[in-house]
């Protein structure tokens, strides 16, 4: 199995701010990472994909970065709508997703 | 636009069985890998299952393998689970995706298993 990990599990930040999450791979999955964006009582949202693409109607306040097992996921300047829970999954093969265990921006 | 909907869930008793349909549109059905992905209350985003294009090829993660079983119809543009022997940690919203390129999300449809 292919595990990820997130950290931080929380993170307080301020509007304007510029924050970074970062998701581990047990193993390599070359570029196969994507970031997603949830609200409470809402599906999530795709962010990134192939760890650095930017998903149409995704604000350029959003990036990604890594390859092989390290990636982070960097909001520029923090606006009030992106205060959520943010999800990184792996998807280097379909015998087997997964994801990270989430990062709640507060 | 990749357009997914979810429907079936409902309330079911421990042991009990249920069938998930995913409707799909906007796109060529027949040749994307499709998953199904949940969230239990609370919890954070689990992949369930992967189904190829032809339906030839399954893949679970091992919570659920020997008791769900992803099918589609090609046909009618319909991706199915099948969920059998349920265990209240099967409780969770239940999502269907385009595995290919993550696309679609819908807003899932809830299955409680409780007595």
């Known amino acids: 199995d292919i595990q990820m990990t997130q950290s931080p599990s929380t993170l307080s930040a301020c509007v304007g701010d510029r924050v970074t999450i970062t998701c581990r791979a047990s193993?390599?999955?070359?570029?196969?990472l994507a970031w997603y964006q949830q609200k409470p009582g809402k599906a999530p949202k795709l962010l990134i994909y192939?760890?650095?693409s930017l998903q149409s109607g995704v604000p350029s306040r959003f990036s990604g970065s890594g390859s092989g097992t390290e990636f982070t996921l960097t909001i520029s300047c923090l606006q009030p709508d992106d205060f959520a829970t943010y999800y990184c999954?792996?998807?280097?093969?379909?015998?087997?997703?997964?994801f990270g265990q989430g990062t709640k921006l507060e | 636009e990749v357009h997914l909907v979810e429907s079936g869930g409902a309330l079911v008793q421990p042991g009990g069985s249920l069938t998930l349909a995913c409707a799909a549109s906007g796109f060529t059905f027949n040749t994307f890998w499709m998953s199904w992905v949940r969230q239990a209350p609370g919890k954070g985003l689990e992949w369930v299952a992967n189904i190829k294009e032809d339906g030839t090829q399954k893949y679970y993660v091992d919570s659920v393998r020997g008791r769900f079983t992803i099918f589609r119809d090609n046909a009618k543009n319909s991706l199915l689970l099948q969920m059998n022997s349920l265990r209240p940690e099967d409780t969770a919203v239940y999502y269907c995706v385009r595995a290919t390129d993550l696309q679609g999300w819908g807003q899932g449809t809830l299955v409680t298993v409780s007595s």
């Open positions: 193993q390599s999955i070359g570029s196969w």
């Open positions: 999954q792996q998807y280097n093969s379909y015998s087997l997703y997964s």
């Open positions: 192939k760890a650095s």
